[in-house]
């Protein structure tokens, strides 16, 4: 049991974003949401932490990583965590065998945002090629730059959840990004409450070692946000 209810330093307040997938509109309104909250605390830092998975199944996959590559919303810091769908993507940059498991992640909405269409029987080398030719550079080098975790006081946050029983330092990338029943259905106090994403819930779900917030926003229309401030928790949505 925990002495006392987790919390983040004082004078920090953070909104940690879940899972995007390609919805650059419900990642706009988010923003917004996200400054009209803090200019009501009395905060002097201010940090948004994106859980990954910015890509793909969504129609806006390019925009999402242009917006999020840019300049952070104004008075924020900004961490962005690598997902699963992200190494998806760079691993298709490299390896054309990748292509039916991401293809069947949603890979095709993102290549078509991209301008590149996908035919049922257009090779999957000839795809590679075109994407190749229209990812820009900076959008590369920003999804290679993607973080594995983060810390802020009592919380850790990365994408998909930890593997019980191993410090956060010493965490293997394809558990971070990956895992899920081994980790969802763990009782052990991680060390840290882990705020991830990943695994799609109708709401968020607190649980006394995890916080997910994954509401599968590319389908649901609604994506969340999990305000810290303070030991004091609560949720910020978009709705369709």
């Given amino acids: 049991m925990r002495a006392q209810p987790p919390s983040v330093p004082d004078g920090t307040c953070v909104y940690a974003v879940g899972d995007i997938h390609g919805r650059h509109d419900l990642l706009r309104d988010l923003q ?3 400054a009209a909250d803090a200019a009501g605390r009395n905060a002097g830092r201010r940090v948004i932490v994106y859980l990954g998975d910015y890509v793909d199944r969504g129609p806006d996959s390019r925009a999402v990583i242009e917006t999020l590559a840019g300049a952070p ?7 962005h965590l690598r997902g699963n769908h992200e190494t998806l993507l760079l691993d ?7 292509a039916p498991l991401w293809f069947a992640n949603g890979g095709d909405n993102t290549l078509e945002s991209y301008g590149v269409a996908v035919g049922h029987d257009d090779p999957p080398d000839d795809l590679q090629a075109a994407f190749r030719a229209a990812f820009p550079p900076a959008h590369k080098a920003f999804l290679e730059g993607l973080a594995l975790s983060h810390v802020e006081g009592g919380y850790a946050f990365v994408h998909a959840g ?7 330092a010493a965490q293997a990338e394809e558990d971070l ?21 990943h695994s ?4 968020p779900e ?6 997910a917030i994954d509401t599968g926003a590319f389908y649901s229309g609604a994506l969340t946000a999990l305000v810290l401030d ?3 928790r609560n949720f910020i949505q978009t709705t369709d």
């Fill in 200 to 203: 799609i819930a109708t709401r």
């Fill in 73 to 79: 919303l104004p008075g924020f810091e900004s961490v």
């Fill in 92 to 98: 298709f940059l490299d390896d054309v065998t990748i």
């Fill in 206 to 211: 607190e649980r006394a070692n995890r916080i």
């Fill in 32 to 34: 917004r949401r996200i």
């Fill in 162 to 168: 930890v593997r019980p029983g191993v410090p956060l």
């Fill in 177 to 197: 990004i990956w895992i899920r029943d081994e980790f969802l259905d763990a009782t052990a106090d991680h060390g840290h409450v882990v705020v991830h994403g």
């Fill in 230 to 232: 303070g030991a004091t």
